[in-house]
T-cell receptor
């Protein structure tokens, strides 16, 4: 099966600009997660979708971040306006509802650099 | 609250030597535990997982990990490392009752000397 696909793989933007990251989960995976790793820190949870609904968005850092999952398929994470501290690697992961205890499948990540 | 500590930020071993990466967790109930690896330019790949049963779990690429409840540890081991094992390794704990999310450690970067 195809894996979790994220794009772009890299993005360099200026402070104040807007960036949209996209994640295509594995087909049939209802659960979709966003995580982020800022420089030198641990990977941290941002939010969790079940189909098109936000199940848990407790990790979203502030209202400059907006995540959507239209139709329960792919998801986008928009940062508007971007700040320097938003730089990092953004990971997406997906899992089937009944197999979540077996771990998630992660994408390769999007490396975001805000200059 | 759940937390994961990987005490070693960077480890260097010689090719063919044995390896142990440490992971300690804090969690109020029996956790689900994972080790992931990220090779340069790649995503996070699941090496192995534990959620019940035998406390010694086998994973891919010749890795194993042992769950020790009394020490709140889940250390990753490999008897003989290969140059291709150079990567960053992440320990994570999961809660699948209530909030579904993984809590990760800071990662351990592994360098292999030829």
């Amino acid at each position: 099966e195809a894996g979790v696909t994220q794009f772009p793989s890299h993005s360099v933007i200026e402070k104040g600009q807007t960036v949209t990251l996209r994640c295509d989960p594995i087909s049939g995976h209802d659960n979709l997660y966003w995580y982020r790793r800022v420089m030198g820190k641990e990977i941290k949870f941002l939010l969790h979708f079940v189909k098109e609904s936000k199940q848990d968005e407790s990790g979203m850092p502030n209202n400059r971040f907006l995540a959507e999952r239209t139709g329960g398929t792919y998801s986008t994470l928009k940062v508007q306006p971007a700040e320097l501290e938003d730089s990092g690697v953004y990971f997406c992961a997906s899992s089937q509802e009944l197999r979540r205890r077996y771990g998630y499948t992660f994408g390769s990540g999007t490396r975001l650099t805000v200059v | 609250a759940q937390s994961v500590t990987q005490p070693d930020i960077h480890i260097t071993v010689s090719e063919g030597a044995s390896l142990e990466l440490r992971c300690n967790y804090s969690y109020g109930a029996t956790p689900y535990l994972f080790w992931y690896v990220q090779s340069p330019g790649q995503g996070l790949q699941l090496l192995l997982k534990y959620f019940s049963g035998d406390t010694l779990v086998q994973g891919i690429k010749g890795f194993e990990a042992e769950f020790k409840r009394s020490q709140s540890s889940f250390n990753l081991r490999k008897p003989s490392v290969h140059w291709s094992d150079a990567a960053e390794y992440f320990c994570a704990v999961g809660s699948f009752v209530g909030a579904q999310k993984l809590v990760f450690g800071q990662g351990t970067r592994l360098t292999i000397n030829p």
